[in-house]
């Protein structure tokens, strides 16, 4: 029995439902953000994180994006409401782009979320170039039992010198 507890403990699974939700193949929705004034970077506001489905704590471990061209992850926080408008500067630069709770943000690498909690996870992401894009963003984390998840966010990011034109069709190409 110990044997197999043992085995059990390094399996390398992750599990890619549950307890924080689904994990879509293709990206739900999107949002662009123009590059306007040499700005390089904004927030995404990838929504609440709700832990509805387990009865222990979970630890996130990491943060990427998948599917990026042109962007990377320059940082990622939670927030306990929603945090800050997504396509807005990141950091924000005024109240007017945030919330009472962006105030009360804590790194998401390394939080931990209670049964029945809800957090908004924000990203702020970095543009290498004018037409930059990400078409998920991942959430990697484990439960007390060690047990790996993958929480797969559905919305798509894009900076963009002009969001009115075809700007989904270039972020299919992802």
Not at 107 to 119: D, L
């Amino acid at each position: 029995m110990a044997v197999l507890l043992a085995v059990s403990g390094c399996s390398d699974r992750v599990y890619l439902d549950r307890p924080l939700g689904h994990f879509p193949d293709e990206p739900s929705g999107a949002v662009c953000a123009p590059f306007a004034d040499e700005r390089e970077t904004f927030a995404g506001n990838v929504g609440p994180l709700m832990h509805e489905q387990g009865r222990v704590p979970v630890t996130i471990t990491g943060v990427s994006l998948v599917g990026a061209r042109g962007m990377r992850l320059v940082d990622a926080v939670l927030t306990p409401e929603n945090g800050t408008a997504s396509g807005a500067a990141y950091p924000p630069e005024s109240e007017v782009n945030t919330g009472p709770a962006w105030d009360q943000r804590i790194p998401a690498e390394g939080a931990v979320i209670e049964p029945g909690e809800t957090w908004w996870l924000v990203v702020g992401l970095r543009a290498e170039n004018r037409h930059a894009g990400v078409e998920h963003i991942e959430v990697d984390y484990r439960d007390a039992a060690g047990a790996r998840y993958r929480f797969r966010a559905g919305k798509s990011y894009y900076l963009l010198p002009d969001c009115d034109e075809d700007w989904q069709g270039w972020g299919g190409g992802l």
